[in-house]
């Protein structure tokens, strides 16, 4: 089971919803930053360093065209979405309807890849999404948004590692 490839773009993703998080601390930010991109890359780091990883060829157009499909349609419906609220008035809601979106583009690469970590991490991007909606104060919103996305990416990390592990015994 290949699990570098995901392990790595989460955990880029993860350092950057917790800069966007970190940004609300003012001119503590960027040493709140740096922390999650030490942490991503210690992630990334162990994912690489795991011995027997194998890549399995048959099937990689296939699980390839799923990420792609998945990716390109959340896009959309990030772009979208954004729009939709900036047009309404409503831009203190577009990081929690993002995150609830980023959820949603986890079920299909659960269901088809397959992938039942997935399930979870989609699970709790919506939950955070949602509780992000009813944040008041527009930088609490965004904080716990951000830092909540970093925290399911990197506790998705591991639970991709620690299937991989039960997977080779």
Not at 88 to 96: E, K, Q, Y
Not at 101 to 108: E, R
Request: aromatic share 8%; with cysteine.
């Amino acid at each position: 089971m290949n699990t570098r490839a995901p392990i790595i773009v989460m955990s880029a993703f993860a350092a950057i919803c917790w800069t966007l998080g970190a940004a609300q601390f003012g001119s503590s930010a960027l040493l709140i930053s740096a922390v999650g991109f030490v942490l991503s890359g210690l992630v990334v780091a162990f994912t690489w360093r795991r011995r027997g990883e194998s890549v399995a060829r048959r099937g990689l157009s296939r699980r390839r065209m799923i990420v792609g499909i998945a990716s390109a349609a959340e896009g959309v419906a990030i772009f979208a979405t954004a729009m939709i609220l900036f047009n309404l008035g409503r831009r203190d809601l577009i990081v929690p309807a993002v995150a609830i979106i980023v959820g949603l583009h986890f079920l299909p690469l659960a269901r088809w890849l397959p992938a039942p970590t997935y399930y979870l991490t989609a699970t709790l991007f919506v939950a955070i999404g949602m509780a992000g909606t009813v944040v008041q104060d527009l930088r609490s919103r965004i904080l716990s948004v951000g830092i909540g996305a970093a925290a399911v990416l990197w506790l998705s990390c591991g639970l991709l590692l620690l299937r991989a592990d039960r997977h080779r015994s």
